[in-house]
């Protein structure tokens, strides 16, 4: 498998947080790539790193064999890496059409607005929201928000996808419904990124997994061999030693 | 989901909430027939705003439209930062009174007919404009609201002592200077629909930007600059740009402004209370919008030309603005324009 971005000896330090530290891997073309961990693990960092929030200290991002290390976040948008956001960051006063649009005109293809309108159209059937394009993107509900800021990222034809827990917040159905999604958008030939606590999803959705832990690779394999890694489960729930201690205890 | 409300729930399917909505369904796609109609609107008004002092032969009304004309051209060109970028730009004023002296001068020293030095100071001003943007459009919030206000004063400050410009006295014209346009009273006229030409192409510019790509990307500046960028939008180069175009008509406004005073000097011309005017123009007309500004700024004018001329409350004047502007930021922050919208969403069609 040809790496589509590969990401080398990653360090990001604030202040005394070291949030990454020497981080290592690649994500192939047409692959779903799960990044898990703990909270604080470092992973939205590596987000904001790659899609060039942050500069990194050190190390370096390789996207189609180019290097894109510490580039603004717009130069990264039109070499073909958009995101979908945690915090969701809808252009509130704008219509989901015109949320959309821009996405779509200033994304990877540079379309004009006519254009950008029928990618748009497409892309808002795919993801669901195609009844409420009149709506302020405000007014939508948590999930149709989720769904914005997929779509959004999509209408910029990425060739990699960055979705930082687009299912937090979401119902069961909901969830099941946006695991279609995404299963459809990887279909269409977009590599994706995907960091998400919803074991489920993660589970039935990725190819690879690769486990951080205080900024630093812990493990990396199927989503079968990483969850079942001693030092994954350590992470998440402390020494299984002592944990195996204190199942044994009489409570 | 625990919370429903009838504008987002949350089915699947999205078909109910398609259905609902088509009532008040806002035409977006439709938007062919109003971008054809609405700037010829804007022509129909600028050509009946000239000729209606004209056919009168009411000086006095041209005088009061004439200062309308520079407001709107103002309010208009404003706009576009404040309404469309989301950047609050207090020294705006600065455009307004270097393209009064960059016309003044190449009328008076070089003897340039006034057609070609309006224009040209245009340009000047919008050069220095993209110069200035790109330094202080690093600062965002309050903090480029404050740089704005110190570019004025300092553009002041070096006019004042700028001795080629009068230093603080300032350049008078001579009455030869309007003998090309056939003496001072036709030259009144022309310049009356120069300014109203200009306050035209100000509105057609700013629908113009607004239905744009490079409006949107503003649009979504204004929004949220951050996830802008992310989309792709190159936020410096964006914003440097609309400073940089909302610089270009008020500087010719300015050159014909002064060349019709027949003076030029520092504290007329970089007047920071006409500044603050402006932006109260915006949010009582409704800012964001093309024909808000246009309605603030005219109305404004309107009721500035009667307390001022009314014996009672000749010096309340900015008193009185400032009121206006507290009681619209607290019961119609969209401006008049705004709350017209909300109460008759199809007027978006014609009102844009």
């Known amino acids: ?251 | 989901m625990t919370v429903s409300t009838d504008i987002g729930r949350n089915d699947l399917d999205g078909k109910s909430l398609g259905e609902k909505n088509l009532g008040e369904k806002i035409p977006a796609f439709d938007i062919a027939a109003p971008r054809r109609v609405f700037p010829a609107l804007i022509v129909l008004f600028g050509v009946l705003f000239a000729l209606v002092p004209y056919w009168g032969d009411d000086v006095g009304l041209r005088e009061s439209f004439l200062l309308a004309a520079v407001y709107i051209t103002l309010a208009t060109n404003l706009n576009v930062m404040i309404g469309y970028a989301g950047y609050i730009n207090f020294g705006n004023i600065v455009f307004f009174g270097l393209g009064g002296y960059v016309c003044v001068d190449l009328v008076t020293r070089w003897h340039w007919p006034l057609v070609a030095a309006g224009p040209m100071a245009g340009v000047a001003v919008s050069l220095l404009a993209l110069v200035f943007g790109s330094g202080i459009l690093r600062l965002r919030g309050a903090f480029f609201a404050l740089a704005t206000i110190g570019v004025n004063e300092a553009v002041r400050q070096f006019v004042a002592n700028f001795e080629p410009w009068g230093g603080a006295t300032g350049i008078y014209l001579s009455f030869d200077a309007y003998e090309p346009l056939g003496g001072p009273m036709a030259a009144l006229w022309t310049v009356y629909f120069l300014l109203v030409g200009v306050m035209v192409l100000s509105l057609l510019l700013s629908y113009a930007i607004k239905t744009s790509k490079f409006g949107l990307g503003l649009l979504a500046i204004g929004q949220n600059e951050d996830a802008a960028g992310v989309l792709g939008v190159r936020t410096p180069r964006h914003k440097a740009l609309a400073y940089s175009a909302s610089a270009f008509f008020p500087a010719v406004a300015g050159g014909l402004f002064f060349f019709k005073s027949g003076i030029i000097e520092p504290n007329g011309a970089f007047d920071l209370t006409l500044s603050i005017e402006a932006i109260v123009m915006i949010m009582l007309g409704g800012y964001g919008t093309v024909t808000g500004p246009l309605l603030g700024a005219f109305l404004y004018e309107e009721l500035r030309g009667y307390l001022l001329t009314s014996p009672t409350v000749s010096q309340l004047q900015l008193v009185i603005a400032g009121a206006l502007l507290l009681a619209m930021v607290l019961f119609a922050p969209g401006g008049l324009v705004g709350f017209i919208h909300q109460r008759w969403p199809r007027s978006r069609i014609i009102l844009q």
């Open chain 1, 1 to 251: 498998m040809s790496a589509l971005l590969e990401v080398n000896a990653l360090s990001k330090r604030f202040g005394g947080v070291q949030a990454v530290a020497d981080l290592n891997f690649t994500v192939g073309q047409g692959e779903i790539l799960a990044l898990i961990g703990p909270n604080g693990a470092g992973k939205s960092t590596v987000f904001n790193l790659i899609n060039g929030v942050f500069a990194p200290d050190s190390g370096r991002i390789v996207f189609e064999g180019r290097e894109i290390t510490g580039k603004p976040t717009y130069e990264i948008a039109h070499r073909g890496i958009a995101r979908a956001h945690q915090i969701v960051q809808p252009l509130a006063g704008l219509s989901v059409l015109d949320n959309c649009l821009v996405g779509a005109c200033y994304g990877r293809d540079n379309l004009s607005m006519a254009a950008g309108r029928k990618v748009v159209r497409e892309v808002a059937e795919l993801v669901g929201l195609e009844d409420r394009l009149e709506m302020p993107a405000g007014q939508l509900t948590t999930a149709g928000k989720k769904r914005l800021e997929l779509a959004r990222a999509l209408c910029g034809r990425p060739h990699l996808l960055l979705l930082d827990e687009v299912l937090a917040g979401l119902n069961p159905t909901e969830i099941e419904r946006m695991i279609e999604v995404i299963r459809a958008i990887r279909a269409r030939g977009v590599s994706i990124l995907i960091i998400e606590h919803v074991m489920r999803a993660i589970m039935s959705l990725s190819d690879r997994v690769v486990a951080l832990n205080l900024g630093r690779n812990l493990a990396e394999g199927s989503p079968q061999q990483v969850v079942n890694h001693p030092a994954v489960i350590e992470a998440y729930l402390g020494d299984p030693k002592l944990m195996a201690m204190s199942e044994a205890a009489p409570s």
